[in-house]
């Protein structure tokens, strides 16, 4: 697994497996969150099969899909709050960009923008893409 710690309370990863989840759980890890879509997955690692690995190993689960391109305010609110005060999470999605895109998000305006860019470069991820998001955001909570 190619964990990448964004705060010390939050891990993000590429696809996680299930045969993964008890090695998290053990490591940990309180909370998993599946960012990735049903539609770009198997049956063998959709969200059902992911709800069944996470409720075997103990872990809370959460299933807030991202597609590409498609944020919405909604989808940032769920993010902060399945992530937020519940232990050690782990999120994913295809290669853990979408996770962090969603993590920066919660941010804006609770960070200045320049380290939550800096948090998500240091854990391998470009969110410059993003930065105007982060900025309008940030000023609507300001």
Same mark, same amino acid.
């Given at each position: 697994m190619d964990l990448r710690q964004i705060t010390p309370? @939050?891990?993000?990863? %590429?696809?996680?497996? &299930? $045969?993964?989840? &008890?090695? @998290?759980?053990?490591?940990?890890?309180?909370? @998993?969150?599946?960012?990735? %879509?049903?539609? $770009?997955?198997? &049956? *063998?690692? *959709?969200?059902?099969?992911?709800?069944?690995?996470? $409720?075997?190993a103990g872990m809370r689960y959460h299933y807030l899909p991202f597609h590409p391109g498609q944020i919405t305010p909604q989808l940032i609110a769920e993010f902060g709050a399945a992530t937020a005060g519940q232990g050690p999470v782990i999120a994913y999605c295809r290669s853990g960009n979408r996770s962090t895109v969603l993590w920066a998000l919660n941010q804006a305006g609770r960070l200045p923008e320049a380290e939550i860019l800096r948090i998500a470069a240091d854990a391998g991820f470009d969110l410059s893409g993003v930065s105007p998001l982060i900025s309008s955001l940030a000023s609507r909570k300001g």
């Amino acid at each position: 697994m190619d964990l990448r710690q964004i705060t010390p309370d @939050l891990a993000v990863s %590429p696809q996680i497996m &299930p $045969e993964d989840v &008890p090695a @998290l759980a053990q490591a940990g890890f309180k909370v @998993l969150v599946n960012n990735r %879509p049903d539609d $770009e997955v198997g &049956p *063998d690692i *959709d969200h059902d099969a992911m709800t069944m690995a996470a $409720e075997q190993a103990g872990m809370r689960y959460h299933y807030l899909p991202f597609h590409p391109g498609q944020i919405t305010p909604q989808l940032i609110a769920e993010f902060g709050a399945a992530t937020a005060g519940q232990g050690p999470v782990i999120a994913y999605c295809r290669s853990g960009n979408r996770s962090t895109v969603l993590w920066a998000l919660n941010q804006a305006g609770r960070l200045p923008e320049a380290e939550i860019l800096r948090i998500a470069a240091d854990a391998g991820f470009d969110l410059s893409g993003v930065s105007p998001l982060i900025s309008s955001l940030a000023s609507r909570k300001g």
